[in-house]
């Protein structure tokens, strides 16, 4: 298809339509009509080729594929989208009909086959118009600049400020939910948001190069799931799993890099990725039938989120709840400060671990901000050792 949408002066407009005009002569002599559309959403004209009259035949296998595609389709196309569905399962059977060797012996219909549309988003026109205009976004190359997120399910927020002006790469559908995930235009970071959280605006096109799509998916093959990872690293993550929630393991796909093996009563699953939220989250789903055996990492975190839950679990009921995120992305201080970090980090030490990155940036940059001598960061650093 063709796009005419504000073209740059009336020349270029006219010779567009001439060139248009020479596309549907050549399309006339292949049996073909060239078709125009407008869309007042986007101002913009579209023209499509269309042939005459389609020579394939359909089976009942071809209907047996539609109706277990629409089954497995998320609620927000198969609600809004009903009326078009209905139509192509017409043309489709139809077809069916027309050919010769077709009987029409399936038992399948939309009401004999349905989807639980567990862990979806819930249906709402916003979250139609939203993934509408992604769909064009994406599509046409064009930037945005994110300005506001409802809520941040991904972990982006520590990652980058808002406004962030970014190059919407690729749409992708996990548990339930849409994400754009996109490239910053500064540097090339890779950003993953959730669609229906987002408020941007339009920008200029972009070009989706090879180079470009090939960092996207180096980034999320090296993610377990979504979620922005908690650094740029890579872990060898070795579980143990109970026999019977070993095999329904093993038998799903969770990550490219999976690999399972029984091993006596147990059952042995490695991945090779970074760590975030999901697979803290993910773990979590097999209460006592799973085992960390590495990296550290992974098991510190997984241990320190059951501490949190005990704690919580035995509060009062009146207690509010704090939200909390222990597997947000981890930014490097930029400047002075990150040598007086990284100098505490290395000296304080309280019962054989560190104090956190966090105090140490706070008092950095407290040393940076107010210009102290480095005599006074030398006296800040043994204050501290006898108080810690």
Same mark, same amino acid.
């Given at each position: 298809?063709?796009?005419?949408?504000?073209?740059?002066?009336?020349?270029?407009?006219?010779?567009?339509?001439?060139?248009?005009?020479?596309?549907?002569?050549?399309?006339?002599?292949?049996?073909?009509?060239?078709?125009?559309?407008?869309?007042?959403?986007?101002?913009?004209?579209?023209?499509?080729?269309?042939?005459?009259?389609?020579?394939?035949?359909?089976?009942?296998?071809?209907?047996?594929?539609?109706? $277990?595609?629409?089954?497995?389709?998320?609620?927000?196309? !198969?609600?809004? *989208?009903?009326?078009? #569905?209905?139509?192509?399962? +017409? =043309?489709?059977?139809?077809?069916?009909?027309?050919?010769?060797?077709?009987?029409?012996?399936?038992?399948?219909?939309?009401?004999?086959?349905?989807?639980?549309?567990?862990?979806?988003?819930?249906?709402?026109?916003?979250?139609?118009?939203?993934?509408?205009?992604?769909?064009?976004?994406?599509?046409?190359?064009?930037?945005?600049?994110?300005?506001?997120?409802?809520?941040?399910?991904?972990?982006?927020?520590?990652?980058?400020?808002?406004?962030?002006?970014?190059?919407?790469?690729?749409?992708?559908?996990?548990?339930?939910?849409?994400?754009?995930?996109?490239?910053?235009?500064?540097?090339?970071?890779?950003?993953?948001?959730? $669609?229906?959280?987002?408020?941007?605006?339009?920008?200029? !096109?972009?070009? *989706?190069?090879?180079? #470009?799509?090939?960092?996207? +998916? =180096?980034?999320?093959?090296?993610?377990?799931?979504?979620?922005?990872?908690?650094?740029?690293?890579?872990?060898?993550?070795?579980?143990?799993?109970?026999?019977?929630?070993?095999?329904?393991?093993?038998?799903?796909?969770?990550?490219?890099?999976?690999?399972?093996?029984?091993?006596?009563?147990?059952?042995?699953?490695?991945?090779?990725?970074?760590?975030?939220?999901?697979?803290?989250?993910?773990?979590?789903?097999?209460?006592?039938?799973?085992?960390?055996?590495?990296?550290?990492?992974?098991?510190?975190?997984?241990?320190?989120?059951?501490?949190?839950?005990?704690?919580?679990?035995?509060?009062?009921?009146?207690?509010?709840?704090?939200?909390?995120?222990?597997?947000?992305?981890?930014?490097?201080?930029?400047?002075?400060?990150?040598?007086?970090?990284?100098?505490?980090?290395?000296?304080?030490?309280?019962?054989?671990?560190?104090?956190?990155?966090?105090?140490?940036?706070?008092?950095?940059?407290?040393?940076?901000?107010?210009?102290?001598?480095?005599?006074?960061?030398?006296?800040?650093?043994?204050?501290?050792?006898?108080?810690?």
């Amino acid at each position: 298809s063709v796009i005419v949408q504000k073209p740059p002066s009336q020349a270029a407009l006219r010779q567009i339509y001439r060139d248009l005009k020479d596309v549907a002569e050549l399309a006339e002599t292949h049996g073909e009509t060239l078709l125009q559309e407008s869309d007042g959403r986007y101002n913009r004209k579209i023209y499509k080729i269309q042939s005459a009259g389609l020579q394939t035949s359909l089976s009942e296998d071809d209907l047996d594929t539609y109706f $277990i595609s629409r089954a497995v389709l998320p609620a927000v196309f !198969t609600k809004e *989208r009903a009326t078009s #569905l209905d139509r192509l399962q +017409e =043309a489709i059977r139809q077809r069916v009909i027309a050919s010769k060797a077709a009987r029409l012996k399936t038992g399948l219909t939309s009401d004999t086959m349905t989807n639980t549309h567990f862990y979806e988003n819930k249906v709402t026109n916003e979250l139609d118009g939203k993934l509408k205009d992604m769909l064009w976004v994406v599509g046409q190359q064009i930037t945005i600049t994110i300005t506001h997120l409802s809520d941040d399910a991904t972990s982006v927020l520590f990652l980058t400020k808002l406004p962030v002006q970014v190059q919407p790469v690729k749409i992708v559908f996990h548990r339930g939910c849409f994400y754009v995930v996109t490239v910053r235009s500064t540097d090339q970071r890779v950003l993953s948001f959730q $669609i229906d959280q987002l408020t941007y605006q339009t920008g200029r !096109t972009f070009r *989706r190069t090879n180079k #470009l799509m090939k960092i996207v +998916e =180096a980034n999320l093959n090296n993610r377990f799931g979504i979620t922005q990872n908690i650094d740029d690293e890579t872990y060898n993550t070795e579980l143990r799993f109970s026999l019977v929630t070993g095999r329904f393991v093993s038998e799903q796909f969770w990550h490219h890099s999976q690999h399972a093996q029984q091993i006596g009563t147990d059952w042995r699953v490695t991945f090779h990725c970074g760590i975030n939220r999901e697979l803290v989250g993910w773990l979590f789903q097999w209460m006592s039938n799973v085992k960390i055996i590495g990296p550290p990492k992974l098991k510190e975190l997984y241990d320190e989120q059951l501490v949190r839950m005990l704690t919580i679990s035995n509060q009062s009921a009146d207690n509010p709840l704090e939200y909390t995120n222990a597997f947000a992305p981890k930014i490097k201080p930029v400047g002075p400060e990150s040598i007086y970090c990284t100098y505490f980090q290395a000296v304080f030490k309280i019962n054989s671990r560190l104090i956190s990155r966090g105090s140490c940036i706070f008092l950095a940059k407290s040393i940076v901000i107010r210009r102290l001598p480095f005599i006074t960061f030398i006296s800040a650093t043994s204050i501290l050792s006898q108080n810690f």
